[in-house]
């Protein structure tokens, strides 16, 4: 319970964008089920956007391949993420760790970090924002799919600004230093000239790889 309440601030950004998937599935032909069942089982938020980018009616082997491959190179930064866990989740039974990672979302592994850093150890607060975010995300996508047109652009009610301005309040009690500083600069960085020179989503791979680089030769 105290996880999922840790995610109410971040609830409308989720249903927004969540909500939005559901109108591009629409869009690009996906039947209400589809739609679901690759909403709820993909669960990968930005590599789901960029998988639609590529996908075409009827589907081919090529074009599946292509869907793989971005989505497993927009989340290659899970590699990192989970391996941030280890500390943490290392200590749970197997049985239990592993199926949960299914849950894991930049937002609830930020979440859970912080609370981490500050003492916390009951790894039910992993589970329970996992397990809310992941719930209201697989519902978001209903309204989307049928009224789509409502929340197609969701920078039409400042819906955009939710995701980001939660993920800066968070980051800041995460400060440490001065090294720190250097490799989220160079990971921001890289992900803003990424976003200029190609556009799309591959900015999150390359900020996500670029920081970790740097932060590998910088942090203390």
């Known amino acids: 319970m105290r996880g999922a309440l840790l995610c109410l601030p971040i609830l409308p950004g989720v249903i927004a ?24 089982f993909v669960y990968a938020g930005a590599s789901q956007f960029v998988a639609m980018e590529v996908y075409g009616d009827p589907l081919t082997w090529a074009g599946c391949l292509a869907m793989i491959g971005v989505t497993a190179a927009v989340n290659m930064r899970m590699l990192l993420i989970g391996a ?31 609370q981490y850093n500050e003492g916390e150890r009951d790894w039910g607060i992993y589970l329970g924002s996992g397990i ?13 799919y049928f009224l789509g047109s409502l929340v ?14 939660f993920f800066v309040a968070l980051l800041v009690p995460l400060w440490k230093g001065r090294r720190q500083t250097l490799s989220w600069a160079v990971a921001g960085g890289v992900a803003i000239a990424t976003w200029y020179l190609f556009g799309g989503y591959w900015g999150i791979l390359t900020g996500a790889v670029s920081g970790a680089v740097a932060g590998a030769f910088l942090d203390d």
């Open 17 to 40: 964008f969540g909500a939005a998937f559901g109108t591009v599935a629409a869009q690009k032909g996906l039947t209400f089920a589809e739609t679901l069942l690759i909403n709820s």
């Open 84 to 114: 941030s866990l280890r500390p943490w989740l290392g200590q749970v039974p197997g049985i239990q760790t592993y199926p949960s990672l299914f849950l894991l979302t930049d937002i609830n592994w930020l979440l859970t970090l912080r």
């Open 132 to 144: 809310f975010t992941w719930t209201v995300w697989s519902l978001s996508v209903i309204p989307g």
């Open 152 to 165: 197609s652009d969701p920078k039409v009610w400042g819906l955009d600004v939710i995701m980001p301005a």
